[in-house]
């Protein structure tokens, strides 16, 4: 599989465009707001895009989704827990930034243990609420795009409505269940591994 990572938006939220280089069978995960380079990526690749995937509802993962259906006429996926972030501007938290934005349903929802393919790849869906009451991560081979689940170093807040640190900490001890050398591809950040996880990040190492 290939992946191209781009940081976008205000908030450096991460959105990932990722391939099959076989059948150039392509998604976006997480269009976290308008960027012209997403249109060159797809272009320069000749990237057929039928899938926009959703690691979570918040609004920074979400400001560019209007303009990448428009661009690719993909199908949307999210979780069926965040499923209402996309109609609603409380939920999305954009109303707390003062945008209060909303979005067309999404045409799919998954739920833990779904499978989406991408050309030859599958995504399995790990649910991982915690940030979110819908909040998941993607597992492919030995990667994984963990949203805002698993930082660098760090993990995603939970004092948002609907977080919860004791759930969170549920969800990151299923992540650490994966091997060392998985690759770890966050919504925000620096790449990281799940071992480098296990053994220096302050909320995973001290538990």
Known sequence: MRIEKLMVGPMGANCYIIWDEASQEAAIIDPGYPDQRVEQIINNNHLKVNKIILTHGHIDHLLGLDE???????????????????TSAAHNLSNMMGIGKTFDPAEHTFKDGDVINVGSHAL???HTPGHTVGSVCFLTGDTLFSGDTLFWSSIGRTDFPGGSYTTMMSSLDKLMELPDETKVLSGHGENTTIGYERKANPFIARR
């Open 68 to 86: 990448a259906r428009a661009l690719t006429g993909a199908a949307v996926y999210i979780h069926e827990e965040d499923a209402s972030c996309l």
């Open 124 to 126: 399995k869906v790990m």
